[in-house]
Nanobody, 124 residues
Framework: QVQLVESGGGLVRAGASLSLSCEAS????????WGWFRQAPGKEREFVAA????????EYADGVKGRFTISRDDAMNTVTLQMNALTSEDTATYYC?????????????????WGQGTQVTVSS
């Protein structure tokens, strides 16, 4: 059984940085694409970033491009989301997810394993 555990969320001021981590267990890590999604209160879950199996492709939502960076460490079975220049618009619960394939997909339907989420709150 694949298990994903996110960590690194918290309460920060606008302009600060946070690094979210997702540690995976229970299956091969390196052959899959991975993604980060977020859900703000009262809104639907949305795509944030994704990375392909070898790190060769990274995808970002327009609102985070240039501020967020996704990376992976296959030796540690970990995918990381570095978030810089945070704004109140980034306040949400952040989820990591494993792709059905080795591709960096933007659509939720291509992900079949999800973590429980980690809360990020940015105060203005």
């Amino acid at each position: 059984q694949v298990q994903l555990v996110e960590s690194g969320g918290g309460l920060v001021r606008a302009g600060a940085s946070l690094s979210l981590s997702c540690e995976a267990s229970g299956d091969v890590f390196s052959t899959y694409g991975w993604g980060w999604f977020r859900q703000a209160p009262g809104k639907e879950r949305e795509f944030v970033a994704a990375i392909s199996w070898n790190g060769g492709t990274e995808e970002y939502a327009d609102g985070v491009k240039g501020r967020f960076t996704i990376s992976r460490d296959d030796a540690m079975n970990t995918v990381t989301l570095q978030m810089n220049a945070l704004t109140s618009e980034d306040t949400a619960t952040y989820y990591c997810a494993r792709s059905l394939t080795n591709t960096a997909w933007r659509e939720e339907s291509w992900y079949n394993y999800w973590g429980q989420g980690t809360q990020v709150t940015v105060s203005s």
